[in-house]
C-alpha cells in the first residue's frame, strides 16, 4: 500500500511538471492541494480505515485514509499506526469532535480549514489531542480574533473556561482582558449569569474592569446571585469584592433600603458600607491619616460615566494637532461631590522628544512638536492648580476603541500619569494614515479619556 501511494503522489507531481529548465519557479501548489483533497474523499490507495466512534453512542464515522499522510502531520498518529493490528485504526471520540473529524483530517491532508465560533473548541481539542501544532496555533488565533463576534448560544465565557482546562494561556489571557475591557456589554448579554464563581472573583478583583459604574456591575452582581444561588461564603465573597466607596451617598443609601441581595448578607459588608459612609463624610486628606486609601475599595475602576471623563473622536487623526478640554469631579468623595476640575488635553500626530529635535539658530528655539516622522502622542494636564490636589494623585487613562465584528469594542487602554509618552507603545502598531485602518472609524480614532484620582495614604508609622 506504501509503494502504491507513493505511485500516487509521484503521478500528481508529474502531471505538474515544469517543462521550461531556467531557474525560475513555478508553484502548482493549489492543483497539489486540490488531487490530495480527492485522494482522500476517492480513497484511492488508503491503507487505513479511521473507525471514529463517539463516546456513549452508537454513532460510527469510517474514513478511508493513507497511513504516510497521517504519520508525517501527528506524532500521535505515528504511534498508534505503529503499534495497530489490521487495517482498522478505532478512534474514541466526544461526539462534539466526531461531528468535525472530516474537516481535521481533511486538514491533514490540504493545510487549509473553514472555521466557525461553533466548531472551533472541538477542532482545538482534536489539534491538541493529536498534536497538530500549527492547527492548534491557528484555531487560537482564530478564537482571539473572533470573542467580540456575536453568537446565538455565546462562547467568549465558554471558551475561557476552555483555555483554563487545557492550559492554553494566550487564549485565557485574551479571554480575560476581552471580558475586563469590554464588561458593560458582557454584563448586558445571556452568558453573564453562566460565569463561574471562579471568574466572577477574578474579575471582581481587577481594577483594570471597563465599565459604566459600579453601580452597574453591583446590579450584575445581584442578577447573578439570584440566577445561581451560590452557597453563602462565595456571595459573601463576591459582595467584599464590590468598591461601595465609588458610589455617590445616595446610591450606597438606596442599596442598604432596597437590595434584598444586600439585607440578606447585609453583616458581611457592613464595615465596608461604615468606612464607605466615612470616606464621603470627610475630605480625602483627612481620610489618609487614619486608613490605607490604597486599598482596593478606594481604588476607582475604568468608569466611562461622564464624571469620571469624556469621549474624544479625532476625525483624520494625522492631519494636524487637536486639542479638547473637559471637566470631571475632583473625586468620587461625598465630600468633594460639588468640586469640579477641568483637563486640557492635546492630541498630537506627529511629535518628537526634545533629544530628537534639531535646534533653531534664532533665539536658541527648538523645533516645533508638529515634525514629520515623529510618533503619536497625548498630554493631559488639569487647567489650573488647586489646593485640593494635595494628597492625591490623578492617573490618566485612554481607551481605544475600534469597530469589531460590527460593534464597537475597546482594542487598547493605556495608563499614564500626564503623557502618554510614559508608556512608550502608545499605538505604535496603528497606521493612522490608511483610512482603512483598523484603529480607525469611518475615518476617526474613538478614545474615551478617564481621569482616576488615587489617594495616598498619610498614617503615621508607630516607633
Known amino acids: 500500500p506504501l509503494f502504491n501511494f507513493i505511485l500516487i503522489i509521484s503521478s500528481i507531481m508529474k502531471a505538474d511538471e515544469i517543462q521550461n529548465g531556467g531557474g525560475d519557479s513555478i508553484s502548482h501548489s493549489l492543483a497539489l492541494v486540490q ?3 480527492a485522494l482522500l474523499a476517492q480513497g484511492n490507495g488508503s491503507d487505513v480505515a479511521l473507525r471514529v466512534q463517539t463516546v456513549g453512542a452508537e454513532q460510527v464515522k469510517v474514513i478511508q485514509a493513507h497511513s504516510l499522510m497521517l504519520s508525517l502531520q501527528s506524532p500521535v498518529f505515528e504511534e498508534l499506526l505503529l503499534s495497530r493490528n489490521g487495517t482498522t485504526l478505532v478512534l474514541l471520540e466526544t461526539a462534539e469532535s466526531a461531528a468535525v473529524f472530516d474537516k481535521f483530517i481533511r486538514y491533514l491532508y490540504c493545510g487549509e480549514i473553514s472555521l466557525c465560533l461553533e466548531q472551533a473548541t472541538s477542532l482545538h481539542k482534536l489539534a491538541t489531542k ?3 501544532q500549527g492547527l492548534q496555533q491557528g ?3 482564530y478564537m482571539t480574533q473572533n470573542l467580540a463576534s456575536n453568537s446565538p448560544s455565546g462562547h467568549y465565557i465558554g471558551w475561557y473556561q476552555y483555555a483554563l482546562q487545557t492550559g492554553d494561556v494566550a487564549l485565557r489571557d485574551s479571554c480575560l482582558q476581552y471580558l475586563s475591557w469590554n464588561l458593560s456589554s458582557v454584563l448586558q448579554s445571556g452568558e453573564w449569569t453562566h460565569v463561574s464563581s471562579d471568574l466572577l472573583m477574578t474579575l471582581l478583583q481587577r481594577s483594570d474592569l471597563i465599565l459604566q459604574s459600579e ?33 455617590p451617598p445616595l446610591e450606597l443609601f438606596r442599596l442598604q ?13 457592613r464595615d465596608l458600607l ?5 470616606f464621603h463624610s470627610a475630605s480625602p486628606l483627612h481620610m489618609a491619616k487614619y486608613f490605607d486609601m490604597n486599598c482596593s475599595l478606594f481604588m476607582p475602576r475604568n468608569y466611562l460615566s461622564p464624571a469620571w471623563g469624556s469621549p474624544w473622536v479625532i476625525n483624520n487623526p494625522m492631519r494636524d494637532d487637536r486639542s479638547t478640554s473637559f471637566q470631571t469631579q475632583l473625586g468620587p468623595s461625598g465630600h468633594d461631590a460639588n468640586k469640579r476640575v477641568t483637563w486640557n488635553s492635546l492630541f498630537s500626530p506627529r511629535w518628537l522628544p526634545l533629544s530628537m529635535r534639531p535646534m533653531y539658530s534664532e533665539q536658541g528655539s527648538t ?21 485640593d490636589f494635595a494628597g492625591v494623585s490623578f492617573q490618566k487613562t485612554v481607551v481605544v476603541m475600534a469597530r469589531k465584528q460590527g460593534k464597537m469594542v475597546v482594542r487598547h487602554v493605556y495608563n499614564f500619569h500626564q503623557s502618554t509618552e510614559e508608556t512608550g507603545d502608545f499605538l505604535v502598531e496603528a497606521d493612522l494614515h490608511r483610512k482603512t485602518s483598523e484603529y480607525l472609524v469611518d475615518g476617526s480614532l474613538h478614545l474615551h479619556i478617564v481621569v482616576k484620582p488615587l489617594y495616598q495614604t498619610l498614617i503615621a508609622t508607630k516607633k
Not at 461604615?274 to 466615612?278: A, K, N, V
Open 35 to 37: 488531487r490530495l483533497e
Open 130 to 132: 493529536y498534536r497538530i
Open 139 to 141: 484555531v487560537t488565533q
Open 215 to 247: 453601580m452597574e456591575l453591583f446590579t450584575a452582581l445581584e442578577a447573578w446571585i439570584n440566577q445561581n444561588e451560590p452557597d453563602a461564603l462565595t456571595a459573601e465573597n463576591a459582595l467584599r469584592a464590590v468598591r461601595y466607596a465609588m458610589m
Open 257 to 269: 433600603t432596597q437590595s434584598p441581595v444586600l439585607a440578606r448578607y447585609r453583616e458581611s459588608v
Open 274 to 278: 461604615y468606612q464607605s459612609y466615612q
Open 367 to 387: 523645533q516645533p512638536t508638529r515634525v514629520d516622522g515623529g510618533r503619536l502622542r497625548i498630554i493631559i494636564t488639569p487647567a489650573t492648580s488647586s489646593a
